[in-house]
């Protein structure tokens, strides 16, 4: 392990929880909840992603978490090879009743001209969530093994509270193995979905 990497040991149990939304929002359709009663709900500002029909609701993102997003795009972007491409809050359908949001994704260029509405696990080689305060469980444990068992090969999770620190999990068979994380101030070169160096401290600057 070089210098600047920490193993994250963190256990942590995630719930799939339905959030109050705010306002008199009334969304059709009753739990489980389907990826088609989904695209029925209103454009309330909130984003909806399902967990075995169950709802995952957060609010907008700060503006420090979009900050993170935009510069993380831009970090990726600038190193990626022609035939990949990050993008950003793409749909993800896993199943009828499985459905995330994922802050970035990178996927084939091939993909983004064929796919009309919504990438299939297959599609994303690389899924980033930037975490806050909201969504910190789910981040952790929940997407980490949802992604993990729809054979992403690798899930990034940035902590803006730490700084913010970059933790990389690569597949191995079903599951991630433990996650190596990256302190802010350290420069970080990774080779997966390609080679890419940066400091995730960046991210924030």
Known sequence: MGEGEIRDNEQVTAMATTEPTTGRTVLPGVPPFTVDDLLKFPDDGNRYELFNGSLLVSPA????????????????????PPD??????????????????????????????????????????????????STQGRDRALKASAYAAVGIPSYWRIELAEGPALYVYELDGKTYGPPVAYKAGTVVTLQQPYTISFDPADLIA
């Open 61 to 80: 993102p700060t503006p420090l978490h979009q900050l993170a997003i935009t510069e993380m795009l831009y970090v990726l972007r600038r190193a990626s």
């Open 84 to 133: 990949l491409v990050p993008l950003t809050t793409v749909n993800l359908r896993v199943s009828d009743k499985d459905y995330y949001i994922p802050d970035i994704v990178v996927v084939p260029k091939a993909s983004v001209e064929s796919v009309p509405l919504m990438f299939s696990p297959s599609d994303v080689r690389l899924a980033i969530e930037v975490v806050s305060p």
